[in-house]
Structures are given as C-alpha cells and as structure tokens.
C-alpha cells in the first residue's frame, strides 16, 4: 500500500474532463515537487508533469497539474481514448534515508 | 534521439543472483543521475535505486537495500543493477529511466522481465 494515496479507477466519456487526485503528507508531497506519469502496461512510462504543473516538451496542454499543500492534483480535459493507461503521481519523501514516492496509480478509462 | 533499453532478465530461483543492464544512447549517461523502477505484476510502480553521475552517490528503497547493488560503466553508457539474494517478492518488469536534472523521469526503457521462481 502506497504512502500517495490515489484513486483505484476513474472514468468519463470521450471529450470529457477527469482529475485524478493524490494525497500524501507534509514529509513528502507538503515539502518536495510532483511529477505525474502514464503508462500503459507493457511499454515505457511517459512523463507527463513535473515540478507540479510543468509539462515537458510535446506533452499537450490538455494535461495539466496542480499542488495545494500535501495534495497534486492531474486534470485531463478533451478526453481520447488513447488516454485510457494508468497515472502516477510520484515525489520525494524526506526521511533518514532518501525515498522516492510513486502512488498507487489510477486507471482511467475513457467509456 | 534518446534511447534507453533494458536486458539480461530471466528465470531465476530463490535466493539467487542477476544482474540486468541498461544501455544508453543518444546522451551522456555520465551527466545524469538514473533510476531503477520495478512493477510487480498486477501492481503499481515502486522505486528500487539511483545513482548519479558518476556512481558515486547511491540511493536505494528499504525492500532492496543489502541485497541490490547499482553501477555504471559510462564508457559503455550502460547502467546495472546487481540482484542477491532474490526473493520471490522481487518479481517483476524493471525498467530503467533517466532523471533529467530534477525535471522528473523524462526517458525510460520499455523494461526487462524478472522472475524469482523455483
């Protein structure tokens, strides 16, 4: 069981919008910067956001990130269905030793 | 263009060895810090280990610590991970990412397949 709790499943229709929340402490999440990922099984993770609400180059804008205090938020607007794959927040944990946090991930479907 | 692939996974029995590489291209494996991120089958994404530049500096998760070793050869642009002791819990698809500077995991290799398995 993961430290960064999210969402087991979230689901909207194609065009739609979904977020995809994730929620952890001020030991993590509260003090350090958000990355999110998607992956679809079998292939590569792609980054998608980091330092909270950055995308990398020919990421679209229709993914966007968000933090507020020990939570990040993931919003997908104009839903594909090339969206549906799983999501990942992932930080770091500031601890004795260093920890690097993924979440539980969230699988989305697009209905 | 940047490319990250894995190799060396398999079938291995409990309480056994492997190592499992990760050869770069497109970059100087030298200038960045690189991770190790396994999935278990039917599970999420867990961090395993990291190491920067030039080796020097390694981190890992509590589950792998005295048992996985990682290191580098930048000559050769390939990254490794040293599995002991393997434990049935260490099955998984290990994949390799690059850490672009603190700007998040930017590339990753598709992954290599691990089973511990008598």
């Known amino acids: 069981q993961s430290v960064l709790t999210q969402p087991p499943s979230v689901s909207a229709a194609p065009g739609q919008k979904v977020t995809i929340s994730c929620s952890g402490s001020?030991?993590?999440?509260?003090?350090?910067?958000v990355s999110w990922y998607q992956h679809l099984p079998g292939t590569a993770p792609k980054l998608l956001i980091y330092?909270?609400?950055k995308r990398p180059s020919g990421i679209p804008d229709r993914f966007s990130g968000s933090k507020s205090g020990t939570s990040a938020t993931l919003g997908i607007t104009g839903l594909q269905t090339g969206d549906e794959a799983d999501y990942y927040c992932?930080?770091?944990?500031?601890?004795?030793?260093?920890?690097?946090?993924f979440g539980g991930g969230t699988k989305l479907t697009v209905l | 263009e940047v490319e990250v692939v894995e190799s060396g996974g398999g079938l291995i029995q409990p309480g056994g060895s492997l190592r499992i590489s990760c050869e770069v291209s497109?970059?100087?494996?030298?200038?960045?810090?690189m991770y190790w991120v396994r999935q278990a089958p039917g599970k999420g994404l867990v961090w395993v280990s990291r190491?920067?530049?030039?080796?020097?500096?390694?981190n890992y998760a509590d589950s792998v610590r005295g048992r996985f070793t990682i290191s580098r050869d930048n000559a050769k642009n390939t990254l490794y991970l040293q599995m002991n002791s393997l434990r049935a819990e260490d099955t998984a698809v290990y994949y390799c990412?690059?850490?672009?500077?603190?700007?998040?995991?930017?590339?990753w290799g598709q992954g290599i397949l691990v089973t511990v398995s008598s």
């Open positions: 990412a690059r850490d672009n500077r603190n700007l998040g995991l930017d590339s």
């Open positions: 992932e930080t770091w944990e500031n601890s004795l030793t260093f920890n690097v946090l």
């Open positions: 330092d909270n609400d």
């Open positions: 190491s920067n530049g030039d080796g020097t500096i390694t």
């Open positions: 001020s030991s993590n999440i509260g003090n350090n910067y």
């Open positions: 497109g970059f100087s494996l030298s200038v960045f810090w």
